[in-house]
């Protein structure tokens, strides 16, 4: 046997990635009491990749809706004679 298996098999790359580990977890244990104990701040930092949606004109926006029915024609094929229609509008439910 040579000497890395007499002593446990473990090689020195593995053990240099265990050590990394093992501070990576204990700073990280550290700022959640300090966090804890009041002596810090969580901080979060967002990075926005792209824009979530996208800002129109109020006469851009009405075009937009118009195609969009248009496209979309009659939402509901059936439904069995009950009244019911989706045309996409929004409703008042005041009245």
């Known amino acids: ?8 098999g473990s090689s020195g790359c ?11 977890r204990s700073a990280a244990l550290e700022r959640l009491a300090a966090i ?5 701040c969580a901080t979060v930092q ?3 990749e792209a824009p979530i949606y996208d800002t129109v004109a109020e006469e851009d926006y009405a075009a937009l809706v118009a195609r969009r029915r248009k496209d979309a ?6 439904d069995n004679g009950l009244g019911y229609v989706n045309n996409g509008r929004k409703e008042d439910w005041k009245k």
């Not at 593995?14 to 990576?24: F, I």
């Not at 804890?36 to 810090?40: E, F, L, N, S």
């Not at 024609?73 to 059936?78: P, Y």
Request: hydrophobic content about 40%; glycine content about 16%.
């Open 1 to 8: 046997m040579d000497d890395a298996s007499a002593d446990g």
């Open 14 to 24: 593995h053990s240099r990635a265990r050590g990394s580990e093992v501070v990576a």
């Open 36 to 40: 804890r104990r009041g002596g810090a």
């Open 46 to 48: 967002v990075k926005m």
């Open 73 to 78: 024609g009659a939402f509901v094929v059936d």
